[in-house]
């Protein structure tokens, strides 16, 4: 079939404003938005510009807004998209450097802010630092985040006040947060009890919606949230 596909197009050295192109590109019901964007560059306009690396939902870098909602263009189908015209967009909330690519630096800087990675001063073990499977659980759900963006970029709080650190960053605070080998939780949840840490959530769900991951994000900011009173009291 005959797809129509509307990108929002966008380059700094030409344009004012960004503005819609539409392509029309054969396609399979099982061929990704990914496929459909490389059809184009390839064979229409190899001036369209976007990030892709897998193309296998594992490095996260082709977020973006499909159809009205930010997906992976690598791991959504043709036919999951119920229609022959489709409509592509940068991810909201970031600045745009061009086409599909925005400017992930300041996200980046917010998931560096958590501290994400593990804190133990104590002299390792010979091999290596062990865990019970129980303790194991308690984070396994955010340790499968792979940086997309998908979430901080589809939550109304982020869009109304870029400074919230936003679920991305979160997620990967709670990773370590809640994981017994690692001794810095308190300075992870004094960080994000911070006015534009877990307090601008306001559990409207979207970044649980977004996520190509299924991560319980909105839950994983609860319990981070909980956390944080439960050390208070
Ligand atoms: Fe992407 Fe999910 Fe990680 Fe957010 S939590 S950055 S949506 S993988
Ligand atoms: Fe935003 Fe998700 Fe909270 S969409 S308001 S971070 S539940
Ligand atoms: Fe790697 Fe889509 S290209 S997640």
């Not at 184009?40 to 977020?63: M, P």
Request: charged share 30%; with cysteine.
């Amino acid at each position: 079939m005959t797809v129509e596909l509307k990108i929002l197009r966008f380059d700094p050295e030409r344009d004012q404003k960004p503005h819609e192109e539409t392509y029309r590109v054969e396609a399979g019901p099982m061929d990704r938005v990914l496929d459909l964007l490389h059809r184009v560059k390839y064979e229409q306009d190899g001036t369209l510009t976007f990030r892709r690396s897998c193309a296998h939902g594992v490095c996260g870098s082709d977020a973006m807004l499909i159809n009205g909602r930010n997906r992976l263009a690598c791991k959504i189908r043709v036919d999951q998209l119920g229609g022959k015209k489709i409509t592509v967009a940068p991810l909201p909330g970031l600045p745009v450097l061009k086409d599909l690519v925005v400017d992930m630096e300041e996200f980046f800087a917010k998931f560096r802010s958590v501290q994400p990675y593990l804190q133990n001063e104590a002299i390792p073990p010979v091999r290596e630092r062990r865990q019970s499977q129980h303790d194991r659980d308690r984070f396994d759900d955010t340790t499968k985040c792979i940086l997309c963006a998908a979430c901080t970029t589809s939550c109304p709080s982020f869009w109304a006040k870029p400074e919230y650190v936003g679920p991305a960053a979160i997620v990967n605070a709670h990773r370590f947060i809640f994981d017994t080998r690692d001794d810095r939780a308190d300075e992870r949840l004094e960080i994000l009890s911070d006015k534009d840490g877990v307090w601008r959530c306001r559990t409207i769900f979207n970044c649980t919606d977004a996520c190509p991951r299924g991560i319980h994000i909105t839950q994983a900011i609860l319990e981070v949230s909980s956390a944080i009173v439960g050390k208070r009291s």
